[in-house]
């Protein structure tokens, strides 16, 4: 069990890559809390042994009702996050603001709640491990068609980095995952909404010099691994797990 006893939090683990995560971390012996704004989506995960509580991450009351109500994690994945659509001109406002609420403030506020049960547990075991969400959209690639998205993945790095700097000496190490283009609830959205969708999803393959798209069971190893003490050595590191994208 690489994960036992570990308590880790997930955020934005209803579907997609937070849920399997959430069911991988659990059938590798992690405490796990799944969160996630649309509390429907966790049923069934409770089946596993694991918690789960909504969580609109850009509710920053909740985080914190929540965070007083944890044990020290072991584990914080800061999963949550949404795409928008748009060039700098094509962007409205309200995506761009609305990107950054989820994309990265929302990964502030909830790092800073838990930070101190996570330097507890560092300090306890010599090692706790944050993991963020970003994307190779961002600063690893400009991708077209993802201003804000781009944007507030590119900070999810430096946050990341900010973090691993400040406390390397303390046991707590923060990585990011980069993912390139994974089969998700709404990446099978975005193709659905495509004026040409069979297109669409025919150009997503097209980035991906490894020539299909990624399914979460590609991303779960990493994210395992990141979040254990396999990755004791390892802190500030943007992993691109990308199909060759960024050969
Ligand atoms: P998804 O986009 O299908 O599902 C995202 C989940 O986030 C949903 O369950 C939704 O309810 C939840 N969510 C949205 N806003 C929230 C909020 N404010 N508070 C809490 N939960 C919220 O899943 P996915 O595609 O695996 O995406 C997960 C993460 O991976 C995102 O950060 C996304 O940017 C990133 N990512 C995805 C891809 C991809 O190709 N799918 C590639 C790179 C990075």
Not at 119 to 143: D, F, K, P, Q, Y
Not at 149 to 162: E, H, N, P
Request: aromatic share 4%.
């Amino acid at each position: 069990m690489r994960l036992k006893d570990k308590a880790i939090l997930i955020t934005a683990a209803g579907q997609g890559m937070g849920r399997a995560s959430a069911l991988a971390c659990a059938a590798e012996g992690a405490n796990v809390w799944a969160t996630d704004r649309d509390g429907a989506l966790l049923d069934g995960l409770a089946d596993h042994g694991i918690r789960t509580q909504a969580l609109d991450v850009t509710d920053h009351d909740a985080i914190a009702a929540l965070a007083s109500e944890l044990p020290p994690l072991d584990g914080l994945f800061n999963c949550a996050g949404i795409v928008v659509n748009g060039s700098l001109e094509t962007c409205t406002v309200e995506d761009w603001d609305l990107s950054f609420a989820v994309n990265i403030n929302a990964m502030f506020h909830m790092t800073r709640a838990v930070m101190p049960g996570l330097l507890e547990r560092a300090g306890e075991t010599g090692t706790a491990a944050i993991l963020n969400m970003a994307s190779v959209a961002g600063s690893v690639r400009g991708l077209p068609n993802r201003c804000a998205y781009g944007a507030s993945k590119a900070a999810v790095i430096g946050l990341t980095k900010s973090i691993a700097a400040d406390y390397v000496g303390s046991g707590l190490r923060a990585n990011c995952l980069c993912p390139g283009t994974v089969d998700t609830p709404s990446l099978r959205g975005r193709i659905a909404s495509a004026a040409d969708p069979v297109q669409a999803e025919k150009d997503f393959i097209a980035r991906q010099p490894m020539g299909r798209i990624a399914t979460v069971d590609d991303m779960t190893p990493v994210v395992i691994y990141l979040l254990s003490d396999e990755s004791r050595f390892v802190s500030g590191q943007a992993v691109s797990v990308d199909g060759g994208m960024t050969i």
